[in-house]
Structure formats: structure tokens, C-alpha cells
Nanobody, 127 residues
Framework: QVHLAESGGGLAQSGDSLRLSCAASRSTNRGIAVGWFRQASGEERRTVAAISWDGTETYYSDSVKGRFTISRDNAKSMVYLQMNNLEPEDTAVYYC????????????????????WGQGTQVTVSS
């Protein structure tokens, strides 16, 4: 079992930066691959970024590549999403998701492959 809690969302203006955090607590010592997703009002949930358990593999959607950075600190059971040069189009509820894995370098991009989800944090970017 994995419990996830996002934090760090809020209001921002175009060009600002925010850092989202995802705190993971789990009942086993198995590794977890983590992804960040977002869902804007009236739209489907989309993949933003993902990172493997060992942190060696990452994925970014084209819309955030070069602006967002996903990272993790396994000693602290934390995964971060640094969001720079924010745009109004980044406005959405952001979710982190996790899946337990024994493959250290497995990066998961599809939401259907994740088993655990956080409650989400709202990010609103004004122009």
C-alpha cells in the first residue's frame, strides 16, 4: 500500500515558478515509479512527467519539456516537480501517482498503469 500527498500548488503569474512535492509513504520497501499528471477543467487527465525508481530515467510531455523538471529523493520518500516559466495553459489540478516495481529504471507514462494516486493540488496561472 502506498499513500501519496501532493503539496506546493497555488496561484502564479505567467513566467513564475512553482515546485510541487509528492510525499510517499508505504508499507513495504519495494521501489515505486512515480508520475505527475494534470487535469484541467473539462479536459481529460494528461501525463506531465514521470521518473523511475532509481531516478535514472525520466519522461516529459512535449508541452512541459524544457520548463518542468521531475526529481526524487528516495531517502526522504519525496518526488518533486519543478515548474518554471509557467503559462496559463499549465492551470490544472496536478496529481502524483505511484506504482510499486522491482525494476529500478522503469519509467511509466500511462495513467492506467499506476495503482496509487494522491488527492491533487491546484495550480492556477494567470497571464
Amino acid at each position: 500500500q502506498v499513500h501519496l500527498a501532493e503539496s506546493g500548488g497555488g496561484l502564479a503569474q505567467s513566467g513564475d515558478s512553482l515546485r510541487l512535492s509528492c510525499a510517499a509513504s508505504r508499507s513495504t520497501n519495494r521501489g515505486i515509479a512515480v508520475g505527475w499528471f494534470r487535469q484541467a477543467s473539462g479536459e481529460e487527465r494528461r501525463t506531465v512527467a514521470a521518473i523511475s525508481w532509481d531516478g535514472t530515467e525520466t519522461y516529459y510531455s512535449d508541452s512541459v519539456k524544457g520548463r518542468f523538471t521531475i526529481s526524487r529523493d528516495n531517502a526522504k520518500s519525496m518526488v518533486y516537480l519543478q515548474m518554471n516559466n509557467l503559462e496559463p495553459e499549465d492551470t490544472a489540478v496536478y496529481y502524483c501517482a505511484a506504482r510499486e516495481t522491482t525494476y529500478g529504471d522503469w519509467v511509466i507514462t500511462m495513467d492506467s498503469q499506476y495503482d496509487y494516486w494522491g488527492q491533487g493540488t491546484q495550480v492556477t496561472v494567470s497571464s
